[in-house]
């Protein structure tokens, strides 16, 4: 049966150039498109670990051979993004520092990485007119209004307080000293670039907000599969503990509130916005589920319970253990406190995909 979009127009096979192909989100998405969709894919990364098993080995083709090509770059410093963005209909940009371990300890390294090094494929789409889907983040939202009542207030259970809305909720970082919000920051400013190049140039643009997107690949093991002193994301910050047998640490006490979503129902919702360009334009997309939200010591609780059951080991004598953000991440660091997405806008213009979530 031939594809078709949600209005029901046939979907005519596209050239997409993924910058960041070779990631956790990337590696998914290219999945994605090979087994599911007509679509080429110019996967553009320094590294290619992640999406290996998708590249063609000389000896067997795979059922999408020709479908995906890896060109190994980086968008720093090399003169052919340009030609592989005008080779493209669509350009994906992916490519980041995006662990917060690193936002206060190499917030030079983040800003240009979110902001100064994302210019020119933002720049390349507009003058040549091609469509470009742009991933931020749930962090340019920053802290809740809620988050500056009084703890005993009853208006920090209103959602009016708390539910980040893209085309309402203001954007509340900490002062310049609070390095942490220099990816939040330079992620704010790429996006109003990106907004700007929409208004004044024509560019057309999808911007996807992603609350914490979770699965297979995400990160690394410090000292299995990266450096054995980097600090990835919770997801793998808690692994590591459990399988090293140590307590796992909860920053600041873990009182701080995450919704997570599984990477592959997130990914439907990328499929959505690539497919339906007539809907996704001109739009700024939470992708989260506001359904399943937890504390960090929450999840902590979780994964020990899960980790027994799998492993058949019993739980250590002290699973868990408190630690300050300063002794964890250094100066500079701070967090948000909440993060649940306002649905409202996806829903109504790529339904089909919340429906099933919700
Ligand atoms: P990731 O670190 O796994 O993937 C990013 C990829 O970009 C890496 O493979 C990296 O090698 C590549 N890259 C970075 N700089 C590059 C450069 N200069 N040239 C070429 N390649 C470069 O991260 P991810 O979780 O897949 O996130 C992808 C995007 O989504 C990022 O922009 C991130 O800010 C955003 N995001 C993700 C989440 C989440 O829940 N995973 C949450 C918020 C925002
Ligand atoms: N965190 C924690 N212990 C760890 C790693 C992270 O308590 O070992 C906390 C961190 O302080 C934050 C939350 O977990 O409150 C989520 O952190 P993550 O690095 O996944 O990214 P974020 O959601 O803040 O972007």
Same mark, same amino acid.
């Given at each position: 049966?031939?594809?078709?979009?949600?209005?029901?127009?046939?979907?005519?096979?596209?050239?997409?150039?993924?910058?960041?192909?070779?990631?956790?989100?990337?590696?998914?998405?290219?999945?994605?498109?090979?087994? *599911?969709?007509?679509?080429?894919?110019?996967?553009?990364?320094?590294?290619?670990?992640?999406i290996?098993?998708?590249?063609?080995?000389?000896?067997?083709?795979?059922?999408?051979?020709?479908?995906?090509?890896?060109?190994?770059?980086?968008?720093?410093?090399?003169?052919?993004?340009e030609?592989?963005?005008?080779?493209?209909?669509?350009?994906?940009?992916?490519?980041?520092?995006?662990?917060?371990?690193d936002?206060? $300890?190499?917030?030079?390294?983040?800003? !240009?990485?979110?902001?100064?090094?994302?210019l020119?494929?933002?720049?390349?789409?507009?003058?040549?007119?091609k469509?470009?889907?742009?991933?931020?983040?749930?962090?340019?939202?920053?802290? $809740?209004?809620?988050?500056?009542?009084?703890?005993?207030?009853?208006?920090?259970?209103?959602?009016?307080?708390?539910?980040?809305?893209?085309? *309402?909720?203001?954007?509340?970082?900490?002062?310049i000293e609070?390095?942490?919000?220099? !990816?939040?920051?330079?992620?704010?400013l790429?996006?109003?670039l990106?907004?700007?190049?929409?208004? *004044?140039?024509?560019?057309?643009?999808?911007?996807?907000?992603?609350? %914490?997107?979770?699965?297979?690949?995400?990160?690394?093991?410090?000292?299995?599969?990266?450096?054995?002193?980097?600090?990835?994301?919770?997801?793998?910050?808690?692994?590591?503990?459990?399988l090293?047998? *140590?307590?796992?640490?909860?920053?600041?006490?873990?009182?701080?509130?995450?919704?997570?979503?599984?990477?592959?129902d997130?990914?439907?919702?990328?499929?959505?916005?690539?497919? %339906?360009?007539?809907?996704?334009?001109?739009h700024?997309?939470?992708?989260?589920?506001?359904?399943?939200?937890?504390?960090v010591?929450q999840?902590?609780?979780?994964m020990?319970?899960? !980790?027994?059951?799998?492993?058949?080991?019993?739980?250590?004598? $002290?699973?868990?253990?408190?630690?300050?953000s300063k002794?964890?991440?250094?100066?500079?660091y701070?967090?948000?406190?909440?993060?649940?997405?306002?649905?409202?806008?996806?829903?109504?213009?790529?339904?089909?995909?919340?429906?099933?979530?919700?």
């Amino acid at each position: 049966m031939a594809r078709v979009d949600l209005d029901g127009n046939p979907i005519k096979p596209l050239t997409i150039c993924m910058i960041g192909a070779g990631g956790f989100i990337g590696s998914h998405l290219c999945e994605k498109l090979m087994s *599911e969709t007509p679509h080429t894919v110019l996967a553009l990364d320094v590294y290619s670990d992640k999406i290996k098993h998708l590249l063609d080995p000389a000896d067997s083709p795979l059922p999408w051979a020709g479908r995906i090509t890896f060109h190994r770059l980086n968008i720093k410093h090399d003169s052919r993004l340009e030609g592989l963005i005008k080779m493209a209909d669509l350009t994906i940009n992916l490519a980041a520092i995006c662990t917060p371990a690193d936002y206060n $300890t190499r917030p030079l390294d983040t800003i !240009y990485s979110n902001f100064i090094d994302a210019l020119p494929v933002v720049k390349y789409c507009s003058e040549n007119n091609k469509r470009l889907i742009h991933f931020s983040t749930c962090e340019v939202y920053g802290k $809740t209004i809620g988050a500056f009542l009084p703890k005993d207030s009853p208006l920090r259970k209103d959602p009016a307080y708390y539910v980040l809305k893209e085309d *309402e909720s203001p954007c509340i970082f900490g002062s310049i000293e609070k390095q942490r919000w220099s !990816y939040a920051c330079a992620k704010q400013l790429i996006e109003r670039l990106i907004f700007a190049e929409g208004a *004044e140039n024509g560019l057309e643009f999808t911007i996807v907000r992603p609350f %914490n997107w979770i699965g297979p690949r995400m990160d690394f093991i410090p000292g299995i599969d990266g450096p054995s002193e980097g600090v990835p994301r919770v997801l793998a910050c808690f692994s590591n503990n459990l399988l090293r047998g *140590e307590p796992l640490k909860l920053v600041d006490g873990g009182q701080s509130q995450r919704t997570f979503i599984y990477i592959k129902d997130a990914i439907e919702a990328v499929l959505l916005m690539i497919e %339906n360009p007539a809907r996704a334009n001109g739009h700024i997309f939470n992708v989260g589920n506001p359904n399943n939200e937890v504390t960090v010591r929450q999840l902590a609780e979780i994964m020990i319970q899960v !980790y027994s059951k799998v492993s058949g080991e019993q739980t250590a004598e $002290t699973p868990t253990i408190d630690v300050s953000s300063k002794e964890f991440y250094g100066e500079g660091y701070d967090d948000s406190d909440k993060r649940i997405p306002d649905m409202t806008i996806i829903n109504k213009q790529l339904g089909r995909f919340t429906q099933s979530l919700i």
